[in-house]
């Protein structure tokens, strides 16, 4: 489950001062999406990573300084994308619904 913990992703052993952290969680009508599929696309669109959701829905990208943008691929949903912006130092704490 990507070590998932009740409220969150677990941040131990994560140095937040020295990333740029970009996590969430995708929901549906309220509810955890496990399944699903989060893209990181840079700012020209192009593909940079992809990760499961848990089972909590819940994800996590490491990402560089800037502006991003999430695709989610979700069963029995269309695409959603969402522009997020990524500092080191900081989480970009994102709820997806899909």
Not at 21 to 44: H, K, M, S
Not at 58 to 71: I, N, P, Q, S
């Amino acid at each position: 489950m990507c070590g998932a913990t009740e409220g969150g992703l677990s941040l131990d052993g994560v140095n937040v001062a020295k990333e740029a952290i970009i996590q969430g969680q995708v929901l549906r009508d309220g509810e955890p999406v496990g399944n699903a599929y989060v893209r990181l696309l840079d700012r020209t669109g192009e593909f940079t990573a992809e990760v499961p959701t848990s089972a909590s829905g819940h994800f996590r990208f490491f990402a560089g300084e800037g502006d991003w943008t999430l695709r989610t691929l979700a069963p029995k949903a269309d695409p959603v994308d969402r522009a997020v912006r990524a500092s080191v130092g900081s989480i970009a704490e994102v709820s997806i619904a899909v």
